[in-house]
């Protein structure tokens, strides 16, 4: 279940598909890999820790997110940028709520802002 509202879009009305939106209000049982996932966010999944980094003054731990949050989309995400979410997708390990993995720390403090 996704939850924008039509005030969120940003693309063009020629366009196919769902529009893109600006933000995201979390649902009960989201987690940014599935938001991440939806089409009119990222369309892939892999792409979550840009959500995370985009909302790292949200988000303590990017395993826990809670219903009613305001996630922003960033639309700005450079090719480089987008990699880099991508390679520390693949390569974080497994997920424990409550502890932010060390390479969660890496991957904010890396210079692409």
Known sequence: MSSASDSDTTASSGSTGPAPISRYIVQSGDHLWGISGQAQVYGDSYQWPLLYKRNRDNIYDPDLIYPGQVLHI???????Q??????????RGAWALGVIEK???EYLNKALD
């Open 103 to 105: 390479s969660d720390i």
């Open 82 to 91: 987008i990699q880099l979410a991508i390679d520390h997708a693949k390569t």
């Open 74 to 80: 960033d639309r700005e995400a450079s090719e480089q």
